[in-house]
C-alpha cells in the first residue's frame, strides 16, 4: 500500500519528523475527529514502513495541545454511548500505534492539556512544557470516566494515589508542577512548540535502530525478569555494534569526530 501524504492535509513530514495535529484551532481546541483519524493512516503507514520517519511530532494547532473531547458534539449525538463508544475506539486505535512505534514520540504541550489531551501526553516518550501548561483529566467535570489510556499510564507514571487525586480531585496541575512529577520531561520558558520540534528534529537525526532496540527493550522490561532483561540487553548491544550507526557511533567516538548517523 502506498501512503500519499495528500490524503491527510493536516499531516506533515520534514526534517525526518512527522507531526500530527490532534486539536484545531476551532471547537475549543478539543479532539478533532478528522485530526485523529488523519493521524492514525500516517501512524499506519510508518509502521508499515511506506513512509520513513525518525521521530513523531503531537502538536495542537491552536492555542492549547488538546482541551479533550468535544462536548457539544457528545451532547448532540442521538445515542450518547454508541457515539462516545465510537469515538473512544477511533483515539485508542492512535495510541495503540503510538505504543508500537520505534521511533521517539515528542508532544508540544502548549497551552491546556484535558481529558484525551492529558492522555495522549502520557503517551508521548518526551513532553514539552512551559508556564503556560496546564494538565486536567477533566473527565469527572461532565460526569465520565478517562480514555485514551490515563487509568493505566498515569499510576506507572506518579503513583496509584498521585493518579487518584489527578483524575478523582480533577484540579489543573501547572506546568512546573507536571514537570517535577516527570509528567513533562522538559520545561521551556519560551515557544513550547518550537523546543517541542527542535528536540524531534533532533532526535530524528539520532541513531533509529538504536531508538527502535531501546523502546523494545523498555517495553518488555514490563513483563520480564532481571535474568530475561539482562540476556536481552546483551543480545541486543551485540546486535547494535555491527550495525551501520552501531560501527558509526563507535568510530566517530574513537576519532573524536561528532557521529554521522544514517541507519534506518
Not at 254 to 260: F, I, L, N
Amino acid at each position: 500500500m502506498t501512503f500519499d501524504l495528500a490524503d491527510t492535509p493536516l499531516v506533515t513530514l520534514s526534517e525526518g519528523v512527522l507531526t500530527l495535529p490532534i486539536s484545531l484551532e476551532g471547537k475549543g481546541n478539543s479532539l478533532d475527529s478528522d485530526a485523529v483519524d488523519q493521524a492514525s493512516v500516517a501512524l499506519r503507514a510508518l509502521l508499515a514502513g511506506d513512509i520513513e520517519a525518525g521521530a513523531v511530532l503531537l502538536v495542537g494547532l491552536g492555542a492549547n495541545f488538546c482541551a479533550g473531547g468535544n462536548v457539544p458534539g457528545f451532547a448532540a449525538a442521538p445515542d450518547r454511548a454508541e457515539h462516545v463508544r465510537e469515538l473512544a475506539d477511533r483515539l485508542h486505535a492512535v495510541v495503540r500505534q503510538l505504543d508500537e512505534l520505534p521511533v521517539p514520540i515528542v508532544a508540544a504541550v502548549a497551552g491546556w492539556a484535558a481529558g484525551a489531551g492529558a492522555s495522549l501526553v502520557l503517551a508521548a516518550d518526551f513532553s514539552v512544557g512551559g508556564p503556560g501548561t496546564r494538565l486536567l483529566a477533566a473527565y469527572p467535570g461532565i460526569g465520565l470516566s478517562p480514555d485514551g489510556g490515563m487509568s493505566w499510564r498515569l499510576p506507572r507514571a506518579i503513583g496509584q494515589g498521585a493518579a487518584r487525586a489527578f483524575i478523582v480531585g480533577n484540579e489543573p496541575m501547572d506546568g512546573a508542577r507536571a514537570y517535577q512529577l516527570g509528567l513533562l520531561t522538559t520545561f521551556v520558558e519560551g515557544d513550547v512548540r518550537e523546543a517541542a520540534r527542535e528536540l524531534a528534529v533532533r532526535l530524528a537525526a539520532g541513531p533509529r535502530e538504536s531508538h527502535a532496540a531501546a523502546n523494545a527493550l523498555l517495553r518488555a522490561s514490563e513483563s520480564a525478569t532481571l535474568a530475561e532483561q539482562l540476556d536481552a540487553e546483551r543480545d541486543s548491544i551485540a546486535r547494535l555494534a555491527v550495525s551501520p550507526d552501531g560501527v558509526e557511533g563507535v568510530d566517530a567516538f574513537v576519532a573524536k569526530r561528532t557521529p554521522e548517523f544514517g541507519g534506518r
